[in-house]
């Protein structure tokens, strides 16, 4: 700034709050209203369920699911047999196990299956449960491939079954606080929704250590590969299989597909976007995976355009932000911030000093005459909102899950709903992998380039 200027953020800041307006900052407790009371449930309202998958997510899901009232373990399936001993530790050694899934699916006893299994095995669980008549909780991505999706979408339908996938988000109570200010209008019409996170540690880059023991004699490997090209047997594809396009999605199956769960529920939206144009590369982890550690997209839907970025070589917050003409919503490591704003001008602004002596003084007079009432009245706020101590939108996924085997009540991460989540991720790799936007044809239900 010169002796006779003065900067536009100098003048913004002499002038700013003339009209008097006024700030308020709150702190507020959500409750967690779809928490049940961990009351007893009669006998036969108990739902019995077994879990495929032991690994790092799966046994997370078991040991939460066991907590839920009338809810029980009957059985566990895994490939490699260590598994069944964890199995055993975290439910009780009298449930069964197998390396065989369909044993759990001939199971008259068992009323659903958590499928935690990773990404190339998910379409034939699932539908194979529901054409067993069985309700499953599948895992994200809920595909691996596009057309997946639909197979499993009409095995869903045909057979009357419950199908959740396993992005937490539309049930957890920040979410859903956040789909109302977003829904009621409380920060205008959103016209941009950026979304971003980072981490910066081997473990959090899918550099997972293999079972020591791990060898062909207690690990299936021919049936872990699937429908997979045949390799032989390899540790570090068994543990990180995420980092490998033939088992696994990447950044996008991996991470994307949280936050775009959580923008799409806030967002109202249920379809693919119209178009993905991402870039990246693999920059660090050369441990002979062929997916990216860093991934940034640009997402077209009808209602507006998504940013996101990921990378596994730095740290950074998760943050969700829907950018309103009113204000913002974010969402920041689980904590929602609600910060409105005026949207209209709060001073004369910095052109008007362009006029002539006589002009500026009467073009400030009026406008402050016609615009300082106004001000008066506007107030803008920021109000935080927490969940309680010790909520987990984890468990509360799983007890809606239950709940709607239970009830029969549709949830909201139906296969139709994570299907169209799915897709996103699969666009952001298709226009990664391809260096072409990816633009999704409703007719062909497919990708094209």
Known sequence: MTKKGISRRDFMRQTAGAAGATLAVRTVLLEPNLLEAASAVPPGDTIRFGIIGIGMQGNGLLKTAITL???????ACDLYDGRHELAKEIAGASISTTRRYKELLDNKEIDCIINATPDHWHKQIVVDCCNAGKDVYCEKPMTHAVAEGFEMIAAEKKNNRIVQIGSQRVNSVV???AKELVSRGVIGDVHLVESVMGRNEPNGAWVYPP?????????DWDTWLGTAPKVPFNPQQFAGWRGWQAYGSGVAGDLFVHLLTGIH????INRPPDRAMSTGGLFRWKDGRD??????????????????RMTLNTETPEVTRFLGTRGIVEINDG???LS????IDTNPGWYYRSFPKKMREDYEKTWHAKNDPILAQEVTETTKFRAPEGYSETREHLRVFFNA???????????TFGNHTAIACHMANFSYFRKSAATWDAASKSIKG
């Open 175 to 177: 979410y859903q606080k």
């Open 265 to 268: 529920f806030i967002g109202g």
């Open 340 to 343: 409105t704003q005026r949207g």
């Open 335 to 337: 904590e929602l911030t």
């Open 291 to 308: 997916e990216p550690d860093v991934l940034a997209a640009l997402y077209e839907y009808p209602q507006f355009p998504v940013m996101m």
């Open 211 to 219: 079972p020591l023991d791990l060898s062909p004699q207690n690990l």
């Open 405 to 415: 085997v239970r009830t029969r009540k549709p949830v909201v991460e139906d296969a």
């Open 69 to 75: 009232p009338g809810v029980e373990c009957v059985a």
